[in-house]
């Protein structure tokens, strides 16, 4: 990979590609509806495994399309193909109720898929979002138009051709591309039922906005703030980890990131040396070469903004304890890469925007606390509400903390953790509904009631 070169140039979906694509999936879904769910079951188990076969070269594709280490890239494509199979396996499985009434009436419930489903998708995990989305809207039924970013165009078009191979019908999952316009023109559009996002705070309030006008129902997975309570009893050792893990996966370009590192004072010193020299060891540089475990940011504006955000906390009297400059390879084909040193910043306050505003890089600020009570209230005083963690060696400390957290996804001695069988989704202005896990179901569905007399009809009249 040459960092920094244009891989390959894609037209922009307008206002014809968008309805041809959306058309197209209607027909599709007329078929793919009436299927049983073991039918759908075994084209979904089909899909799962060709990523599982492919997972090598599609991992390589994911490296050379979002920047990440191949290291990642594999956990991610693992995590896509488990989605789609454990979807494939509820697939079968869903159906309603029957509600006995009096007099031998009764009642019964059917959840019927909702149509036409938009996926909107961010640039940090491109497939796995798509198969996020994708997995439980098929699997009750519907079909799917994906927009990727315009940042990571590629994988998402190896997933639809995945898809077409497993046997849907054609047309059920397709992908258009482009940016805000193309993303507009699928809100707007008369025959899409439903949209799921996945990006910016901002993005998504303007994506609630024009789903409203045609009475939507969204699913939105936003931005983080998230907090990662360190207790003193904590096993030092795994809090490290935990903390390493919670900032600098995919260079740290993670919404659920736990970037406010809350730190108990008796072991403030200790954690903050052994996380400054754990973070310095990381191998940053080509990301595939097998033992590079941070690449290279998104794009070049991105990085700059990072490196902004790195320059004010300074300005308003952090410290920085390690890295936040940029890095420079050595390998000559890498020299115009958007790398930049993992950061710790220390001697951090509440109100600094490097601890208030989402960075969405490789920057982690730590905060010293005293008190459970006084570091519980400071881990809820934001706007956002994604993600929170624990560690404490105390199992009663542990969920005392997580049900005061004002979070959707708390962690507790681990942390970025997404196992496809739990619910993912976030509190506040993290967005609302729930990816993976039964619950999004509830967002791929809707429940018709149908009641059934057995005698005569009671007229008032």
């Given amino acids: 990979t040459c960092p920094g070169r244009v891989l390959c140039k894609l037209p922009c979906s307008g206002e014809k590609e968008v309805d041809l694509a959306v058309q197209s999936a209607k027909a599709a879904f007329k078929i793919w509806s009436q299927m049983s769910g073991m039918e759908r079951c075994r084209v979904m188990l089909e899909a799962a495994r060709i990523i599982r076969e492919q997972r090598e070269e599609i991992a390589t594709m994911e490296t050379i399309n979002n920047?990440?280490?191949?290291?990642?890239?594999?956990?991610?494509?693992?995590?896509?193909?488990?989605c789609l199979e454990y979807y494939a396996g509820l697939a079968g499985s869903l159906a309603g109720e029957h509600i006995q009434l009096p007099g031998g009436s009764f009642g019964y419930t059917r959840r019927e898929p909702l149509g036409v489903c938009v996926g909107i998708g961010a640039w940090n995990y491109p497939f796995q979002i798509a198969c996020w989305k994708s997995g439980p809207a098929l699997a009750c039924g519907n079909a799917m138009v994906f927009k990727p970013s315009p940042f990571t165009p590629i994988s998402v078009v190896r997933l639809a051709e995945i898809?077409?191979?497993?046997?849907?019908?054609?047309?059920?999952?397709?992908?258009?591309?482009?940016?805000?316009?193309?993303?507009?023109?699928?809100?707007?559009?008369?025959?899409?039922?439903?949209?799921?996002?996945?990006?910016?705070?901002?993005?998504?309030?303007?994506?609630?906005?024009?789903?409203a006008k045609g009475i939507k129902p969204v699913t939105l997975e936003l931005g983080?703030?998230?907090?990662?309570?360190?207790?003193?009893d904590a096993d030092l050792e795994n809090a490290v980890k935990g903390a390493l893990m919670a900032n600098f996966l995919t260079q740290?370009?993670?919404?659920?990131?736990?970037?406010?590192?809350?730190?108990?004072?008796?072991?403030?010193?200790?954690?903050?040396?052994?996380?400054?020299?754990?973070?310095?060891k990381i191998r940053i540089g080509d990301p595939l070469l097998e033992d590079t475990r941070m690449g290279a940011l998104i794009n070049r504006p991105h990085l700059n903004r990072v490196q902004g955000f790195i320059k004010q906390a300074k300005e308003q009297?952090?410290?920085?304890?390690?890295?936040?400059?940029?890095?420079?390879?050595?390998?000559?084909?890498?020299?115009?890469?958007?790398?930049m040193r993992p950061c710790v910043i220390g001697n951090c306050k509440d109100d600094?925007?490097?601890?208030?505003e989402?960075?969405?890089?490789?920057?982690?600020?730590?905060?010293?606390?005293?008190?459970?009570?006084?570091?519980?209230?400071?881990?809820?005083?934001?706007?956002?509400?994604?993600?929170?963690?624990?560690?404490?060696?105390?199992?009663?400390?542990?969920?005392?903390?997580?049900?005061?957290l004002k979070a959707g996804m708390c962690f507790i001695n681990n942390y970025n953790v997404s196992p496809v069988?739990?619910?993912?989704?976030?509190?506040?202005?993290?967005?609302?509904?729930?990816?993976?896990?039964?619950?999004?179901?509830?967002?791929?569905?809707?429940?018709k009631t149908v009641c059934v007399e057995m005698g005569d009809v009671e007229s008032v009249f």
Wanted: net charge neutral; proline share 4%; charged share 25%.
């Fill in 67 to 82: 920047g990440k280490s191949i290291f990642e890239a594999r956990v991610d494509i693992d995590i896509s193909w488990q």
């Fill in 163 to 211: 898809f077409t191979e497993a046997g849907v019908p054609k047309g059920l999952f397709n992908v258009v591309q482009g940016g805000a316009a193309t993303g507009q023109l699928l809100c707007q559009h008369p025959d899409v039922a439903k949209i799921s996002f996945t990006g910016s705070v901002p993005t998504g309030m303007k994506i609630m906005e024009m789903a």
């Fill in 224 to 232: 983080g703030k998230s907090p990662l309570i360190i207790f003193s």
């Fill in 252 to 280: 740290g370009e993670v919404c659920c990131n736990g970037t406010r590192v809350f730190v108990e004072r008796k072991i403030l010193d200790t954690f903050t040396k052994e996380v400054v020299k754990r973070t310095q």
């Fill in 317 to 339: 009297g952090a410290e920085v304890l390690c890295g936040g400059d940029l890095y420079v390879p050595d390998d000559p084909k890498l020299k115009n890469g958007y790398y």
């Fill in 352 to 356: 600094m925007t490097c601890v208030k």
């Fill in 358 to 404: 989402e960075i969405f890089g490789p920057v982690m600020a730590i905060l010293p606390f005293d008190t459970e009570e006084e570091v519980v209230e400071r881990a809820n005083a934001t706007k956002f509400g994604l993600a929170g963690g624990v560690f404490t060696r105390d199992i009663q400390k542990a969920h005392r903390v997580v049900a005061a």
């Fill in 421 to 447: 069988e739990l619910p993912f989704g976030g509190y506040k202005f993290s967005g609302f509904g729930r990816e993976n896990g039964r619950a999004a179901i509830e967002y791929y569905s809707q429940l």
